[in-house]
């Protein structure tokens, strides 16, 4: 796929700024830059609206939102939304489907959503969920540091009669657990890397508690909780500059009818409720979600999968406060959040989803063990072996292992492009789906002298209903089309007609037959005819218009 810059590296916070900054004079007539919010060290939180602005304004069409970043380490979804944005505005000459969306929709992206975060996680050793701001912080435990200056914080393994590892008599890289049995040996106890914090001597060691503990996904308000509950959660929902940005933002902008979150890892696309099961949410909904999630199957290979039913294995204390969930239940909005990445799957050891008890650490040791050896075949400068090291405070310990940055969490810099290019793909399948407004024809015929009847047909062409979803008319935030005439007197109807909902072709009832044929079984309610009695003269203009918070803005005009 053509772009502007290439994608074989992570970008730093100012490699992001200078290519947008470079977008917005290359391309003034299609992209908007705007600074979402000012993080506490004083970077931007950037949106970008991606229209064409010659064919109506940002809002007047169906609106479409992507972000990445959302957990500081997830850099790999940053990338995808740049990729996107790169693709749409170098491509708009010359691409059919990304003229048509630019020049029909609206595309909202928020590439990084936490740019101090990705900074520290960029260019530090350390990792961290969010961002990188203290957050009930506890004293004692292992630090993870780079304690042998390599630039990365790896595994440290410590020898101890009383361990729970060994090393793999068949594998000497490899540890698996010690047996039962396992009584006379080398054993050993494996942390992260680091230094000891408030040392007494004892043999009970734990990693400490991160002080950078904030999750955003888990500060928004639809089913938030505080941290005794769901960690990280923050003080309050939309307690994080960075999270009531993005909430304002999606507020600000009503078009919004689709979302794709960026996160890793996992190869998967994950569709709300998370909260409930999805046989809790209309039949419609659940296949909208199922359908659309299909083409990102196709296009990224990913898994697509409930929240709820089969990405939490435990249903009573599931994870919450997430941004899919307020958008789904909250706004109506189609939202998926997409895991970027699959190295498990990579090594031949992929995650099987849906299990409702946590696979035995037999299973995940070996997942484990198969990732390190994959990671020592392709990408080995992100590989080393366990090394003797002179630890201050525990003596002769072992160092080793992978780089879990750019290997697990996210795919070393050689395996990013096909991620980004496939998820541009379904990204753009994605926006066509939304409804989208259409007046088929109007017509008119003199009924008495100066007396005109007027009619037309509205409809919707697109895959959603105008409403979205069925949710959000259940939780009454779905607004109806309305249909205004304009140009002469109104003297039988109204002015402005409220037509409801227009369902979408996704909608229609469908079947296939073993003894008989393919069928539609009932059309979608996707357009509507009215007709009005206006008062005018032969030559006069007027000008029927249709509108959807959702769908769009269309009119025609004629002539009496």
């Not at 053509?2 to 916070?13: I, L, Q």
């Not at 919004?256 to 998370?274: E, N």
């Not at 292992?401 to 994605?430: A, H, I, S, V, Y």
Request: charged share 25%.
């Amino acid at each position: 796929m053509k772009t502007t810059f290439k994608y074989d590296h992570y970008f730093d916070y100012e490699e992001i700024k200078s290519n947008l900054e470079f977008f917005e004079e290359k391309y003034p007539g299609l992209i908007v830059k705007e600074v979402n919010c000012v993080t506490e060290e004083g970077r931007n939180q950037y949106a970008v609206t991606l229209t064409n602005k010659e064919t109506g304004d940002a809002l007047s069409k169906p609106g479409w939102y992507l972000d990445g970043n959302i957990h500081a380490g997830e850099i790999t979804a940053s990338m995808c939304a740049m990729h996107t944005i790169d693709y749409l505005l170098t491509n708009y000459a010359t691409d059919k489907m990304a003229k048509k969306i630019l020049d029909e929709y609206t595309v909202y992206v928020i590439p990084r959503v936490t740019p101090d975060g990705a900074e520290t996680y960029l260019k530090t050793p350390y990792s961290l969920r969010s961002v990188n701001r203290s957050y009930l912080p506890e004293n004692g435990g292992i630090v993870p540091e780079d304690m042998d200056d390599d630039g990365v914080i790896r595994m440290m393994r410590i020898k101890t009669p009383y361990g729970a590892w060994k090393i793999d008599p068949l594998n000497k890289d490899h540890m698996v657990k010690r047996s039962p049995s396992d009584i006379e040996g080398d054993f050993y106890d494996i942390y992260k890397e680091g230094y000891m914090e408030e040392f007494d001597g004892d043999e009970n060691l734990k990693e400490k508690k991160a002080d950078w503990g904030l999750d955003f996904n888990r500060n928004f308000p639809y089913g938030w909780f505080a941290d005794h509950r769901q960690k990280g959660a923050g003080k309050y929902p939309l307690s994080n500059i960075e999270t009531k940005a993005i909430a304002d933002f999606v507020l600000a902008h009503p078009n919004i009818g689709g979302a794709a979150i960026g996160h890793t890892s996992g190869g998967l696309l994950l569709s709300p409720p998370g909260t409930r099961p999805e046989s809790s949410i209309s039949p419609k909904d659940a296949e909208s979600f199922h359908q659309i999630a299909d083409m990102g199957k196709e296009e990224l290979g990913y898994v697509p999968i409930n929240i709820f039913d089969s990405f939490m294995s435990d249903q009573s204390h599931y994870d919450s406060g997430a941004l899919d969930d307020w958008m789904y239940q909250t706004q109506g909005i189609i939202a998926y959040t997409v895991e970027f990445w699959n190295l498990a799957g990579k090594a031949g050891v992929p995650v099987e989803w849906g299990q409702k008890k946590a696979p035995r650490y037999e299973k995940t040791i070996e997942r484990f063990n198969a990732c390190m050896a994959w990671i020592k075949e392709h990408a080995p400068r992100y590989y080393s072996d366990w090394k003797e090291f002179d630890h201050p405070t525990f003596g002769k310990v072992e160092i080793g292992g992978f780089n879990f940055k750019r290997t697990l969490q996210n795919p070393p810099e050689e395996f990013l492009l096909p991620e980004c290019e496939n998820d541009t793909k379904f990204n753009m399948r994605f926006v066509l789906a939304m409804p989208k407004l259409t007046i088929e024809e109007v017509k008119t015929e003199e009924v008495a002298d100066g007396v005109f009847k007027v009619e037309t047909i509205v409809g919707n062409l697109g895959y959603l209903p105008t409403n979205i979803s069925d949710e959000a008319v259940t939780i009454k935030v779905d607004k109806p089309v309305k249909v205004s005439v304009s140009g002469a007197e109104v003297i039988s109807g109204k002015d402005t007609e409220s037509i409801g909902n227009l369902s979408g072709f996704g909608r229609t009832e469908t079947g296939v037959f073993f003894y008989g044929n393919i069928s539609t079984n009932a059309n979608a309610k996707a357009k509507k005819k009215l007709s009005w009695i206006v008062k005018g003269n032969i030559g006069d203009e007027i000008t029927v218009t249709a509108c959807s918070e959702k769908a769009g803005t269309v009119s025609k005009t004629i002539v009496l």
